[in-house]
């Protein structure tokens, strides 16, 4: 364990009274924590997720923990990169700063392949091609800020986790835990090759990957379904989850802690990082892999029709 790290939590996250933080799927789980912690702490707090009564709703329960929260909703589907854009768009036209980007939303193992509007395979079209068309268009507001922070948000899953560039959109073959896993490897690639590409071209932002251990949100319910074997363990079995708010540690450390570095992946501490407090994580072999980290990129750019 590290010991910058030992048991860090929401209450040490540095006050400050200005700072703009963009949080994708904010609404419920983990995202909400990240932004309830955030705003407390002083930030100007951007919830975003599909469902605007959703967004009230959140932006209300907020307030009502800490009234002089500054909090706004904007709505986004990260399954749909026409929705990205005109997210981007607004965001441009406003012409405000962005300190932190937390690329948090995600979808888990739908029992059926699922396209986006694009027609990428669900979970690696949300996970993965969303949160990179979002932060390349995001850039030049990130760039503006001058010690910007992208937190992705990855999963232990990725452990199992495989680029297969030869069925990117699992087309061939689609196993819901398998899909899964790449979208969540492949969000930890680019983490580590953002913080790279940052450093060779100077773009002044830190890159920074977090995962939340297993944590008691409804993921699982809204992917898998509440009948399915890990919706059934997530219901019945509360206990073998560790609360929401402890899953957003990891992710909290790296978008604020001054001892948090670019290009490092943060997890909880305890029982194979499932849970426990801020520490590094592991990074499995094939996320330092430079080669596929170049290759993904590129196939990525194309996908999302972006460029850095």
Request: proline share 5%; charged share 20%; glycine share 8%.
């Amino acid at each position: 364990m590290k010991k910058e790290t030992k048991n860090w939590t929401a209450s040490n996250i540095p006050q400050r009274n200005s700072g703009l933080a963009v949080i994708t799927g904010s609404t419920e789980g983990v995202g909400y924590e990240d932004a309830l912690a955030l705003s407390s702490a002083g930030w100007n707090v951007i919830v975003m997720g599909r469902n605007a009564q959703k967004g009230a709703a959140t932006i209300a329960q907020i307030l009502q923990n800490n009234p002089k929260a500054k909090v706004s909703f904007e709505k986004i589907d990260l399954a749909d990169l026409s929705s990205i854009k005109s997210f981007a768009s607004r965001m441009i036209e406003r012409g405000e700063a962005i300190n932190l980007l937390i690329n948090n939303a995600g979808v888990m193992t739908p029992p059926n392949r699922l396209e986006t509007a694009d027609g990428f395979e669900l979970q690696f079209g949300t996970n993965h091609i969303g949160h990179f068309a979002l932060t390349a268009q995001l850039l030049p507001l990130l760039r503006k800020a001058q010690d910007a922070r992208v937190v992705t948000v990855s999963s232990i899953a990725n452990r199992n986790g495989k680029i297969n560039f030869d069925d990117l959109q699992s087309t061939s073959s689609y196993v819901p835990g398998e899909a899964y896993s790449q979208a969540k490897m492949a969000n930890l690639v680019f983490a580590l090759e953002l913080q790279r590409r940052s450093e060779k071209y100077g773009w002044g932002i830190t890159s920074i990957a977090s995962h939340p251990g297993v944590s008691r949100t409804n993921l699982l319910i809204n992917g898998a379904g509440k009948w399915s074997t890990p919706g059934i363990m997530r219901r019945f079995f509360p206990f073998l989850f560790q609360p929401q708010s402890q899953g957003a540690l990891p992710t909290l450390f790296a978008a604020t802690s001054p001892e948090a570095k670019g290009g490092l992946y943060y997890g909880p501490n305890k029982m194979s990082e499932t849970r426990g407090f801020p520490s590094i994580a592991k990074i499995p072999e094939q996320a330092n892999d430079l080669e596929i980290a170049q290759r993904l990129w590129e196939v990525s750019q194309k996908l999302a029709k972006v460029e850095f």
